[in-house]
T-cell receptor
Framework: KAGVTQTPRYLIKTRGQQVTLSCSPI?????VSWYQQTPGQGLQFLFE???????NKGNFPGRFSGRQFSNSRSEMNVSTLELGDSALYLCASRDLPYSNQPQHFGDGTRLSIL | AQSVSQHNHHVILSEAASLELGCNYS??????LFWYVQYPGQHLQLLLKYFSGDPLVKGIKGFEAEFIKSKFSFNLRKPSVQWSDTAEYFCAVNADTGRRALTFGSGTRLQVQP
């Protein structure tokens, strides 16, 4: 079974631009979560999607948004990029939200803002 | 709000030494507990999980963890580490049987010297 796939692996953007990251969950998993990983703040939850609806949201500004498609694939968008948005963005999937099953993580997209 | 503390930020051990990494969480209700490992250049992988039942749980690669409810702790142990255990270890909590997002500790970087 293929794991969680994130594309692209690396991105370089400049301040003020916007970016879209993509995530394909493990086959059969319908819940997708996004996390931001930085050396200073560690791993922080962004949001979780299930059935094309956002089910849970972390404490990030509205510049961070996401969506989920009917095939459970998810995209995350960050608008008006700031230097502080440089991070590794991780996607994780599990069978259902509100489940005690562990999340499975992708390799991440490393976003660098110049 | 739930939170997770990992007190050891960087641990250096020699091969065959015993390992114990501390993890404490703050949440008064029911929790699910996880340890994830991130090997250099790889994605986060689940080491072990605790939902209920026997507080001593065994995971992959010889790791185990003990849930002590009275101490709000979930410490990770391994009797004899190997050079290949060099990685970053994250403790994570998921409260209310999964209704809340996964909250991670800041991580512990383990360096095993041959």
């Amino acid at each position: 079974k293929a794991g969680v796939t994130q594309t692209p692996r690396y991105l370089i953007k400049t301040r003020g631009q916007q970016v879209t990251l993509s995530c394909s969950p493990i086959s059969g998993h319908r819940s997708v979560s996004w996390y931001q990983q930085t050396p200073g703040q560690g791993l922080q939850f962004l949001f979780e999607y299930f059935s094309e609806t956002q089910r849970n949201k972390g404490n990030f500004p509205g510049r961070f948004s996401g969506r989920q498609f009917s095939n459970s694939r998810s995209e995350m968008n960050v608008s008006t990029l700031e230097l502080g948005d440089s991070a590794l963005y991780l996607c994780a999937s599990r069978d259902l939200p509100y489940s005690n099953q562990p999340q499975h993580f992708g390799d991440g997209t490393r976003l660098s803002i110049l | 709000a739930q939170s997770v503390s990992q007190h050891n930020h960087h641990v250096i051990l020699s091969e065959a030494a015993s390992l114990e990494l501390g993890c404490n969480y703050s949440y008064g209700g029911t929790v699910n507990l996880f340890w994830y490992v991130q090997y250099p250049g790889q994605h986060l992988q689940l080491l072990l999980k605790y939902f209920s039942g026997d507080p001593l749980v065994k995971g992959i690669k010889g790791f185990e963890a003990e849930f002590i409810k009275s101490k709000f702790s979930f410490n990770l142990r391994k009797p004899s580490v190997q050079w290949s255990d060099t990685a970053e270890y994250f403790c994570a909590v998921n409260a209310d049987t999964g209704r809340r997002a996964l909250t991670f500790g800041s991580g512990t970087r383990l360096q095993v010297q041959p």
